[in-house]
Every structure is written in structure tokens, then in C-alpha cells.
């Protein structure tokens, strides 16, 4: 299942330039959550602060608290590869493994965390590509073909498999569709809708249709400030601040 995501006080900086500031807010588990905002407002920024990945950054610090459920991310003792299991990551440019087939594709993280035994491996590889939506396309490839010979929307939903084969807890899509044209686009939007029954989605987007049509819930980031946050109807109908209605009705951004 899911896991909820509370953030307080959250600050990032990339060298002396403040990326976040005093980011709070609670992201409910088993629900898309899309995060809106004009460019360089802070939100891919925030979804790496949720898995660490901010501070492989050069420069990069992070500062406030970041709970995933029960786990402090960071807190003492806590360790980013750990932090990662829970927490998957799909990237804006897909971006399989090119020398790899299918197959290990999917199996490299599990590979990664020691397991070995093929007839669990070949469970997963196909739990996972059924997941994504991609099993059909590929079943008869699975081991012939490498992962970089599938098209663009393909590898996107190759990467999608990727990050469930080690069951995360959180997904974290950051602008997953936007590389791609509008048939793949549908594809991975029904499969937001039908993963976010067993995780806890967060999507960053440009694209407000599709915040509105995958997302229950919105954030709207502005300098990297958390300007407001809520159910996605009331953010694009009846939002409390005048700067989220300007963005929303396209007078900037």
C-alpha cells in the first residue's frame, strides 16, 4: 500500500541559491498528487528532496523534515539507498539501461538487492511489465531485445516497471509524459490511475489537463515557495490565492 508524505519546514539550496523555501505539506497515501508551476519554480527539486536524490547535487544541501509513514528520510542513521527502495523515480526522458534487454531491465534492481533466484525474478519481470501496462508488447522479447530498440512511450512504461519491480511505496513521476505524443501520453495516464490504488503517486506537470485529469490532489509551486495545495477541483475552480488563478488561467508561466 501507499505510504504518506509529510514535509515541514523543507529548505533546498543548490550552492548559495535557495531552491525551496519553508515547503510544508502533507501528501495523502493512494492518491495522485500532481505538482503545478511555471519553470525553475522548485518542483522537480521537491520530488528529489523526497528520495534523496537533491543531495547527489554537487553543492546541494537540504534542510526541515521529509516523513515517508514512519521513516524520518533525514533523519540519523538513515540511509539514502534504503530511502530509495521505498521511494521509485521515473525521469522526464526515459532512460533504460541501452546494453540490457527487456528482461534486465525490469530485474537490475532486484539483481541490485541480491536476489538471484530465476523463478522469482521471472515473476516479478512479468508482475511488473503487467503493471506498466507493457507485458503484452513484449512478452515475446522479453530476453532478445534491448531495452533502448523500444519506442519512446514503450521505454517510459519499461522504466514505470523498473521502479515497481523492487516495490516501492511512493512513486515519484517527474514531467513523465511530456517527451512523449499523445497516444503514449493516454497510456501512462491510465496507468497513473490504475497504480495509484497500491501507491502513493506524486507528479510533477506543465500540462494542467493532466493534472486535472490524473490528480485528486495539486500543489502549486511559485519561486520555490508552496503557494497553495489542495483538491485538484478546488485549486482549477476556486483557488484562495490570486497568483495560483493567474497561473491556472494562463496571465503568466
Known sequence: MGTPIH????????????????????????????????????????????????????????????????????????SPVEVRRKVGMVFQKPNPFPTMSIYDNVAAGLKLNGVRRRRQLDEVVERSLRQAALWDEVKDELKKKSGASLSGGQQQRLCIARALAVEPEVMLMDEPASALDPISTAKIEDLIFQLKEQYTIVIVTHNMQQAARVAEFTGFFLMGRLIEFGKTETIFTKPHDKRTEDYITGRFG
Open 7 to 78: 514535509v515541514s519546514n523543507l529548505n533546498a539550496w543548490f550552492g548559495k541559491r535557495q531552491a525551496l523555501e519553508n515547503i510544508s505539506v502533507d501528501v495523502p497515501p493512494n492518491h495522485a498528487t500532481a505538482i503545478i508551476g511555471p519553470s525553475g519554480c522548485g518542483k522537480s527539486t521537491f520530488v528529489r528532496c523526497v528520495n534523496r536524490m537533491h543531495e547527489t547535487v554537487p553543492d546541494a544541501r537540504v534542510d526541515g523534515t521529509v516523513k515517508l509513514g514512519e521513516t524520518d528520510v533525514y533523519g540519523n542513521g538513515s
